[in-house]
């Protein structure tokens, strides 16, 4: 199911009335969710997230503009007429019900033409059951279960009325860190097992980057940036973009343009034919440094951290807009560290800069 969103825009009014300062949670959002993608809808908390996705849903309705779903104008349609699944951060699994009964509890509110036999809601429970991979678990009570698993029911209550739209809010947050990623993993086999297309909330760039076909990502209601993973990483549209993709997080030095060249401080690291002269960030991927001892960049040298196949450089430099910078650097390049000091040339693309007073991205 196509979704899209036309002028989309939710407004929070003050607490009080007297209260005149307004929050615009989503502002003006136009875009499309091409059938059977998945979405990571990426930010940091508060930009309006989940707030998105309760329009989506309607558990929120807009202050101005169109949800289409398909070529159904949903905008005024109530949550339970929509079709879509729903599952958030805290499963919110009924504790005096089996896994089974869970799983059931939303089949049994289906009235007239959809009311369904026993048999075919058992039918519906194992199938989802298996997709889901907890088909050994359907006597047990909530309690006894992992969060992995608890997580994994909540994800086949959302799909066994097999809804066209499946909406996820920060749904593996509970989860430590290797179920994490091994719930992620097998999110994604059931989203592209059931093509259902799927937005997916969370403030975690690298579980957007590895689940996403595509991420959009939001800073205070307004919509960055929208496109492949690796894309977005590839050619982040301004600063925040870059800086919020990638960890460690690209490091970011004040610079400048001057005669068709780049440079930080001194020392000219790029080429910038024909681009007029001004202050400009110059940001650098931690793998786009590369150890050159004749290298323009030179920096204080602070620590070495050994991560096996490859070395993090930390140092120092007075441009450098943060304490300390990080490189990525092959672990059996060789360094010898003499004189305090580390020089480094760099990848031409994976450096970013970014106009001084816009923070827009400057295409060289
Ligand atoms: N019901 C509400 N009334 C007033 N303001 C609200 C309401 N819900 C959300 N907001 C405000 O709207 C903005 C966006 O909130 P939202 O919950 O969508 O953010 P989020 O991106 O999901 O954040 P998080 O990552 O912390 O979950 C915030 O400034 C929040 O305070
Ligand atoms: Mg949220």
Request: charge should be negative.
């Amino acid at each position: 199911m196509k979704i899209v969103l036309e002028h989309l825009t939710k407004k929070f009014p003050g607490i009080s009335k007297k209260d005149k300062s307004e929050v615009i949670a989503v502002n003006d959002f136009n875009f499309e969710i091409p059938d059977g993608k998945l979405i990571g809808l990426l930010g940091p908390s508060g930009c309006g997230k989940s707030t998105a996705l309760n329009l989506i849903c309607g558990l929120e309705k807009p202050t101005n503009g169109r949800i289409i779903f398909g070529d159904l104008d949903v905008t005024g349609l109530p949550p339970e007429n929509r079709g879509v699944g729903l599952v958030f951060q805290n499963y919110a699994l009924y504790p005096h019900l089996t896994v089974y009964d869970n799983i059931k509890f939303p089949l049994e509110n289906l009235r007239g033409k959809d009311k369904l036999t026993k048999e075919q809601m058992d039918a519906k429970i194992q199938e989802v059951a298996k997709l889901v991979q907890i088909e050994n678990l359907l006597e047990r009570r909530p309690s006894e279960m992992s969060g992995g698993q608890q997580q994994r029911v909540a994800i086949a209550r959302a799909l066994v009325k097999r809804p066209q739209v499946l909406l996820l809010d920060e749904p593996l947050s509970n989860l430590d860190a290797r179920l994490r990623l091994q719930t992620r993993e097998e999110l994604k086999r059931i989203q592209q097992e059931t093509g259902i297309t799927t937005v997916f909330v969370t403030h975690d760039q690298e579980e957007a980057m590895s689940i996403s076909d595509t991420i959009v990502v939001m800073k205070d209601g307004v919509l960055q940036q929208m496109g492949e993973p690796q894309s977005i990483y590839d050619e982040p549209i301004n600063l925040f973009v870059a800086s919020f993709l990638g960890t460690p997080q690209i490091n970011v030095f004040d610079g400048y343009i001057k005669d068709g060249g780049v440079y930080i401080g001194e020392a000219k690291v790029l080429d910038a034919k024909g681009q007029p002269d001004g202050d400009v960030s110059v940001a650098i991927r931690p793998e786009g440094f590369v150890l050159d001892s004749n290298g323009p960049l030179e920096c204080e040298f602070v620590t070495r951290e050994v991560m096996g196949r490859d070395t993090s450089f930390v140092a120092k430099h007075d441009k450098f807009r943060g304490e300390k910078l990080r490189a990525i650097i092959p672990s059996e390049e060789i360094y010898d560290g003499k004189d305090g000091k580390v020089r480094f040339s760099l990848k031409p693309s994976k450096v970013h800069i970014f106009d001084g007073k816009t923070d827009e991205r400057i295409k060289l």
